[in-house]
């Protein structure tokens, strides 16, 4: 029997609260105890960890809140990130590395470096960034999970 | 290097971890930006740094690193040590600079987990 490839075999919804450091990672550790779970490759896990804390630390850095819609499918992994917060104003250019709007307060605790987006892109195999500035930002990744 | 052998060399304290003192370490990644410890450290580092809220153990959870020193006499955040805990991740505290700190256990044969940036975009 052929395999339907847009079949989901898992879909999973998470919120994400904005500002709320204490438990920032959370999700990213949720998901990726799911990705163990159901026994992705270690590569796959690594890539989708870093991919889902970096969005997860900017819907807490500059969201108010944000949503992780994790869909597992027999080829891929898409994470959709929805977040209600400031936007980004140019996209291109915080796709820069070492580009940044972060306050001093996101800097001391270690991130705001202009890092973030730069590693979703080299961790993922699809990136849609799309954003209302004032409204939020949706960013969709997408990870194939065969060699 | 083992932990044990570690938290002796730096003269650390032991916050979490006791029971892992015997665990091997070979390599290491010194840095207090997150960003740049999410963009270059390699599974199965050693993490050496001066940040101490809970991100520093998410950022460990997130690239299976092996455990955290706390450079310049920092001690972590209550919340840090229960994350850590959960999590069993190791985290030490001593009073070198980051610079001592990674000069004495560099020369005891811990090596970076990288030793250039070049060498992150090859992988």
Do not use: W
Request: glycine fraction near 8%.
């Amino acid at each position: 029997m052929q395999q339907n490839y847009d079949e989901p075999l898992l879909k999973q919804d998470f919120t994400v609260q904005g500002g709320d450091f204490i438990h920032a990672g959370e999700v990213s550790s949720k998901i990726k105890s799911i990705l163990k779970e159901i026994g992705m490759s270690h590569e796959v896990i690594r890539r989708a960890s870093i991919a889902t804390y970096e969005a997860e630390m900017n819907v807490v850095c500059y969201a108010q809140r944000g949503k992780f819609y994790l869909t597992i499918t027999p080829d891929r992994l898409s994470i959709i990130v929805e977040d209600e917060g400031q936007g980004i104003e140019n996209i291109a250019l915080a796709m820069k590395e070492g580009y940044s709007t972060s306050s001093s307060a996101i800097k001391e605790m270690g991130f705001g470096a202009g890092m973030g987006l730069p590693n979703i892109k080299k961790n993922t195999d699809e990136l849609l960034i799309s954003s209302v500035l004032g409204e939020g930002t949706r960013v969709a990744m997408v990870i194939f999970t065969k060699p | 290097m083992t932990f044990r052998e570690l938290a002796g060399i730096l003269d650390a304290e032991v916050v979490v971890g006791h029971d892992c003192m015997d665990v091997e370490i070979k390599n290491a990644f010194a840095s207090d930006l997150l960003s740049d410890v999410l963009a270059f450290a390699r599974e199965g580092a050693l993490l050496i740094t001066g940040i101490t809220n809970p991100q520093v153990v998410r950022t460990t959870e997130m690239l299976e690193l092996l455990g955290i020193v706390f450079v310049r006499g920092k001690k972590p955040d209550e919340d840090t040590v229960k994350l850590a805990r959960t999590k069993k991740i190791p985290l030490f505290c001593t009073r070198y600079i980051m610079f001592e700190a990674c000069g004495r256990l560099f020369s005891n044969g811990l090596v970076g987990c990288i030793t250039r940036v070049d060498d992150a975009a090859k992988l």
